[in-house]
């Protein structure tokens, strides 16, 4: 740590990188442009920032086909909940801090959107029905109020190559299942796993 150089201020933050551009600084928006909602339409993933009263951190990622993300209207948006591990950390944190950082996704493209704003968790509304995904209706949702949403840019994607099948190698890591038995204290077996996470887990995507 001895030979770290810190950045310790905005001042000397603002010395290394500059100055954003005007544009850059105006382009972001309270509410929801048509374009906005045409983007979440075609989105089927996100990202969902949140952190905690005492600032333990959490992304989540949510996914389900697209135009999943439910407009409100101008000013909120709700993101379904669906069957997972039952961990919850992001909607713990919400509890204790509402704001939220979301980004959403379509594949094939390397801009993305981006919504910041204050979330509730809510158990039953009447829209909950417009969010039923193969006769699953969802037991929660993140309902987001907006305070601010923009395009971000394309470098990231870009740079990363995410979108171009020649960079893809999935095979270059062991399965879930084994990195699970790697990494995780777990009395089941390898095959017991694999089992678990092949074929039959597909089925359990909007399963209890």
Known sequence: MADYEEIGSAAELRELLGDPLPRVID?????????????????????????AADGTCDVSPKGDPPGFVHVLDDGTIAVPDRPGNRRADGFLNILTNPHVGLIHIIPGR??????????????????????????????????????????????????????????????????????????????????????YYGAAYAKKLYAG
């Open 27 to 51: 382009k972001d928006r309270p509410r929801l442009h048509a374009r906005d909602r045409e983007w979440l339409a075609q989105s089927p993933f996100c990202l969902i920032a949140t952190s």
């Open 110 to 195: 390397t801009e993305t959107l981006r919504i910041n704003g204050r979330a509730r968790l809510v158990r039953e509304a009447p829209f909950f029905d417009a969010m039923t995904v193969k006769g699953h209706r969802p037991r929660l949702a993140l309902v987001v109020d907006i305070e601010q949403i923009f395009f971000h840019c394309a470098k990231a994607f870009m740079r990363s190559a995410l979108w171009k099948p020649e960079t893809w190698e999935p095979d270059a890591l062991p399965s879930h299942a084994r990195l699970v038995k790697e990494v995780q204290r777990i009395d089941q077996s390898l095959e017991e796993l694999e089992h």
